[in-house]
């Protein structure tokens, strides 16, 4: 009753979202949903703290406000457990309504967080960057197409060689050059968890495979 309600109160069309809902799984792919219907997800989750614990959205025209309300409303839920966000708008807003799910501690932590060429700008990777640098526990992270800088990119390093959960980390499409590429090497060698890297379609041909820890699954 939440969903629909929020959702009519936006004057947003009703949906049978709820219904793809398996195994606690929100799974929306090429399905177009707007504010209000995001807004009817969130009051759901605060209606019902198990509803779901893992979201994939996947080219569904979202803007930065839209997920933001999706995001508040999942706060009130007892654990989040992945969010996979394709192909939408990633802003300040949802950047910052993303940040207390990075914050949950042990159990109920966030463990995997994948951001797949979405619309985010360099000062939001930047931000999210710090955000993992300063209190995530994330298991699988993927940062695809997501208009790295070299600040950042060294932001994440040092992600990378704090890290002790990390477990897979997709960094492919950034275009990121070698002699930066060299500095994440570096750092995966004193990593004791990563056991999945893609660097693919990345400035990496001049490292050598010597370069890659043998015990890491790559692709390049």
Known sequence: MNYYYQTKKEMDIVLPILSKIY???????????????????????????KLINTIILDSNGLLDESLAKLLNGMHSLDHVKALVYKNNDFQQLSLSA?????????????????L??????????????????ERSNIKKLGLVQANMSAVSFKILCAYVKKSRTLRELDLSYNEIPCRLMS???AVIKSNRTLTNLDLSWNQIMDLGESTVPSSLATKK
């Open 116 to 133: 797949v060429s979405c619309n985010i700008g360099g000062s939001i990777t930047h931000g999210l960057i710090d955000e993992l640098l």
């Open 183 to 185: 500095q994440l090497i």
């Open 23 to 49: 195994n606690k799984t929100l799974a929306l792919v090429n399905y177009q949903i707007g504010d209000g219907v995001c807004g009817g997800i969130g009051a759901a989750c605060k209606a019902n703290p």
């Open 98 to 114: 993303l940040s207390p799910l990075l914050s949950r501690r042990k159990p109920n932590n966030l463990e995997e967080l994948r």
